[in-house]
């Protein structure tokens, strides 16, 4: 308790301004000591202990949308860089999605859902696991991966693309769906919202997706290290907090030109993509997860379980 005590004081400044930078006037993080202090600084411990010279620690950071993985992976990053002197790359799953363009291609020619970003298929997996194997070479060079900027459902310019100087100790991989594992063909059949019944009569989206799990991410996701899973309680407490992150991200952003916010409904209907894969996730992340980080209905973590 000393080790951890001791890493707070020197963590609690630089955590709390950047939480601060996350809230808005009507939504104020609560029992923020508490969540730094018993789960997100033991999990620094974790992973500094799994950390070996020379070699990048690959950690994937799980959990449905709106559970709070960019701000978790933040912190992780901050207090691994403060107290633990680690050279640490956050990178999200969503820097790589496919552009507009190429979408708009996939859903020319597959299915007009894959204009839709989100699900497997609608990224560059080819661009990450060139990320992966240049990261882990043990002559690394400098590299440059995508931004993708949200607010215009676009990837950003090359000029503001990230620039990886050294070679990093640990790379936390965040994403609604990093580790997720396919479903038997079976299990596709029946429809499980109102999106697959309408628009997927066929089942044709659900199998190319599924396909693209079974495969190429599969590839992907087996180069992980470890992997955390953020685990909400159920599907719709994660859609009350996406719309409250599509809020949050209209107030955050200052340049409202080309701004492509969604009302509530386009949430509900977009978080319907992401539904199959979220609530297998309830499941299959329980039993491939490092770490397992249970959050309650007040979107703050309960308890935490490490499992290695």
Not at 242 to 256: F, G, H, M, S, Y
Request: glycine letters at 4%.
């Amino acid at each position: 308790m000393q080790e951890v005590n001791e890493c707070f004081n020197k963590v609690k400044k630089d955590c709390f301004k950047f939480i601060s930078s996350q809230e808005t006037k009507k939504d104020r993080f609560k029992n923020k000591d508490r969540m730094i202090k018993l789960f997100l600084i033991p999990t620094c411990f974790w992973i500094s202990k799994r950390v070996k010279k020379n070699k990048t620690l690959m950690i994937g950071l799980a959990g449905g949308q709106g559970s709070g993985k960019t701000t978790i992976s933040s912190i992780l990053t901050l207090i691994l860089k403060k107290y633990f002197k680690l050279s640490v790359f956050k990178v999200s799953i969503d820097d790589f999605y496919k552009t507009r363009k190429d979408r708009k291609s996939l859903s020319k020619n597959k299915h007009p859902l894959l204009m839709t970003r989100g699900v497997p298929g609608t990224h560059d997996v080819d661009l990450m696991l060139n990320f992966f194997k240049k990261i882990k070479d043990k002559n690394f060079k400098s590299l440059k991966i995508p931004t993708f900027n949200k607010a215009i459902d676009d990837r950003c310019q090359k000029s503001l693309w990230y620039k990886i100087k050294t070679k990093p100790d640990v790379v936390i991989f965040e994403g609604w769906c990093v580790g997720a594992r396919a479903q038997l063909n079976s299990q596709l059949k029946k429809p499980i919202n109102s999106l697959e019944k309408v628009n997927d009569q066929k089942a044709k989206w659900r199998t190319y997706v599924n396909n693209q799990l079974k495969k190429k991410y599969k590839t992907l996701f087996s180069q992980l290290d470890e992997l955390l899973y953020l685990k909400a309680k159920n599907f719709s407490l994660l859609r009350e907090w996406r719309i409250k992150q599509e809020r949050k991200l209209c107030v955050q952003t200052k340049d409202k030109k080309n701004l492509k916010i969604m009302s509530s409904g386009d949430v509900i209907n977009f978080m319907q993509t992401y539904q199959r894969i979220t609530q297998q996730m309830f499941k299959d992340a329980l039993k491939s997860s490092s770490i397992i980080m249970n959050l309650n209905n007040n979107h703050q973590i309960e308890k935490i379980k490490f499992k290695k």
